[in-house]
């Protein structure tokens, strides 16, 4: 390849010129967005150099770039996407620097030789909100929210730290918004086990709102808060506990079972049943932290069975890997899996 060719990205205002194999310099016209994207103190680079093993200088509009082939690769195309999302009016905080290495990384891993002529650009699923625009930040979580545009009844199933409650209140959010459904509900068990709540103070939404307090934060940060707490006044946003689902018919909603792992079989069929017309439900759970008590089989864990190859239904199996919260929790998460593991073993052995 000629040391001078000029590789152009999709959004017109970025060029890329190749001065050796494993070297690009990327300028980017609009001086305040390349700020943007590189960082204070170029923290962003920084964040590249660290991920991708290479090296990133900024001067200016423009930024070096070195290091293995497929790295640079992996980082030209991470930033184009970032730079994309910045003129398109979003904003690119750390973590969606970590999710475009990871999708970029995800691309590659996919592919066996790399090229240089390979210029494709990241492609991740959005799902757009009043108040933010939230990208894939890992291969799992695009699965995870396509479903979610396609399917009637989607299960998000994994470890915790992995988006699975977040981007299914951003979707109903977003279902809200477009108008496609008429109010969200979102529901949880109540309590581990079995929704006992007489021993808590205060009138029952004192007595579930402790249970309920994630959906909320998610609400929140979809929705201008306002605007959360005229909806849920009107009815539009209802935040309930599983048992008052039970000779419901759920239409024209988007509704989410969250923490569906504490689940019985019967709660779990009640739920499922009450899909009514121009309706979606999403479930989410982890199979991992089950709270029933001992020999009562979690509705969640029967319905990933009984349910497989339902036409209508999609299941989405996250892993420790698509945790995107602190770095840390997906060590945590391995390490929980790999002592079950052993005792898994050992079970059996011993048997």
Same mark, same amino acid.
């Given at each position: 390849m000629n040391a001078q060719e000029v590789i152009s990205?999709?959004?017109?205002?970025l060029q890329a010129a190749v001065t050796d194999a494993n070297h690009f310099i990327l300028t980017f016209e609009n001086n305040r967005f390349a700020s943007e994207l590189f960082g204070q103190f170029d923290q962003n680079l920084k964040l590249l150099e660290d991920r991708l093993q290479i090296q990133a200088r900024a001067?200016?509009?423009? @930024?070096?770039?070195?290091?293995?082939?497929?790295?640079?690769?992996?980082?030209?195309?991470?930033? =184009?996407?970032?730079?994309?999302r910045l003129q398109s009016g979003g904003s690119v905080e750390s973590s969606d620097v970590e999710g475009a290495i990871r999708m970029a990384v995800a691309a590659d891993d996919q592919l066996t030789l790399p090229t240089m002529e390979r210029k494709a650009k990241l492609s991740m699923a959005q799902i757009a909100t009043r108040k933010k625009t939230i990208s894939a930040r890992t291969p799992t979580q695009d699965v995870y929210m396509r479903a979610l545009e396609r399917s009637e009844l989607v299960f998000g199933v994994g470890p915790a730290g992995t988006g699975k409650t977040y981007l299914a209140v951003a979707h109903a959010a977003q279902l809200l918004e477009r108008?496609?459904? =008429?109010?969200?509900?979102?529901?949880?068990?109540?309590?581990?086990? !079995?929704?006992?709540l007489g021993f808590l103070p205060g009138d029952m939404k004192d007595k579930v709102d402790p249970y309920l307090r994630p959906l909320y934060d998610a609400l929140y940060d979809m929705i201008p808060g306002d605007k959360v707490e005229r909806a849920i006044t009107a009815g539009v946003i209802e935040i309930a506990p599983l048992a008052f689902m039970r000779g419901r018919t759920l239409a024209n909603a988007a509704v989410i079972l969250d923490e569906a792992q504490n689940t019985t079989s019967m709660q779990m069929k009640m739920f499922l049943t009450r899909l009514g017309e121009n309706a979606r439900m999403i479930v989410t759970g982890d199979p991992s932290q089950i709270d029933l008590p001992r020999g009562v089989k979690s509705g969640l864990?029967?319905?990933?069975?009984?349910?497989?190859?339902? =036409? !209508? #239904?999609?299941? #989405?199996?996250?892993?420790?890997? =698509?945790? #995107?919260?602190?770095?840390? @929790? !997906?060590?945590? #998460?391995?390490?929980?899996d790999a002592q079950y593991a052993v005792q898994d073993e050992s079970e059996q052995t011993d048997r």
């Open positions: 990205s999709s959004s017109r205002n001067r200016g509009n423009s @930024v070096s770039i070195s290091g293995e082939l497929l790295a640079t690769n992996q980082a030209r195309r991470a930033l =184009d996407f970032l730079y994309a108008g496609v459904v =008429d109010k969200i509900i979102l529901s949880r068990p109540a309590v581990e086990a !079995g929704e006992r864990v029967e319905a990933l069975q009984i349910l497989n190859g339902v =036409d !209508g #239904v999609s299941f #989405v199996r996250f892993k420790d890997a =698509d945790v #995107v919260r602190h770095p840390l @929790v !997906g060590r945590i #998460v391995r390490a929980y």
